[in-house]
């Protein structure tokens, strides 16, 4: 069965703290991997990778994919307030179904 | 706001009642999802459409789910005889077919509370 793991769960930072993020994935076919943030309501779109070892950037935040390794990071420098939230990984398999992780829930503390 | 849109954004009901919600996609996408969420778990998908058509449904989806898309516009999902356990947020996105990935544009979500 299809599946996406992220980790850690959760995770409490000081702000100015760099974050990695992690999401690892088994799926039978692989088209492309997205990352989306999740406050109090809808996942917002963040990134998606299709190619291993091209950096994707915006702003503070950036990701990487590797193919080999059946995994993303998702950092995040400078960590403020505003960063706290739901990180959800998620992997579009082609097709319809976009399998999604748990997610990790980041903390940023004043 | 050209976003993807819900209707209501909460919904309290006693179980046993019927409920339906509605979403309205980007109007250029072509294909509509819904999810459902609970505390502390990632979207499970329930079911999809390309422009009207039902493609696929989830297993998750029982009988007393149903969802609709007339014309390919806005579509609603329906649970009747609501039980406890379909409290969650349920979740609608869209997206415009690509081959290479499928960037879902999420709505709010509509919070439903099976008392």
């Known amino acids: 069965e299809d599946k996406v793991v992220q980790s850690p769960l959760s995770l409490v930072v000081h702000e100015g703290d760099t974050v990695t993020l992690n999401c690892s994935y088994e799926v039978t076919n692989f088209r492309s991997l997205l990352w989306y943030k999740q406050e109090k309501k809808a996942p917002t779109f963040l990134f998606m990778l299709t190619s291993s070892g091209i950096e994707k950037k915006s702003g503070r935040l950036s990701s990487i994919l590797d193919k080999k390794e059946l995994s993303s990071i998702l950092n995040i420098t400078a960590t403020q307030t505003g960063d706290s939230a739901i990180y959800l990984c998620a992997v579009y398999p082609g097709g319809f179904k976009t399998i999604f992780g748990a997610g990790t829930r980041l903390f940023v503390k004043a | 706001d050209t976003g993807v849109s819900q209707d209501p954004r909460h919904k309290i009901t006693k179980r046993g009642q019927n409920v339906t919600f509605r979403c309205d996609p980007i109007?250029?996408?072509?294909?509509l999802y819904w999810y459902r969420q609970t505390l502390g778990q990632g979207p499970e998908f329930l079911t999809y459409f390309q422009n009207e058509a039902q493609l696929e449904k989830s297993r998750l989806l029982s009988d007393r789910f149903s969802a609709e898309r007339p014309k390919g516009s806005f579509s609603t999902l329906e649970i009747q005889r609501t039980e406890q356990g379909d409290s969650a947020m349920y979740l609608c996105?869209?997206?415009?077919?690509?081959?290479?990935?499928?960037?879902?544009?999420f709505g709010p979500g509509t919070r439903l509370t099976v008392l």
């Open positions: 996105a869209s997206s415009l077919a690509q081959l290479a990935g499928d960037t879902q544009y």
């Open positions: 109007s250029e996408h072509n294909r």
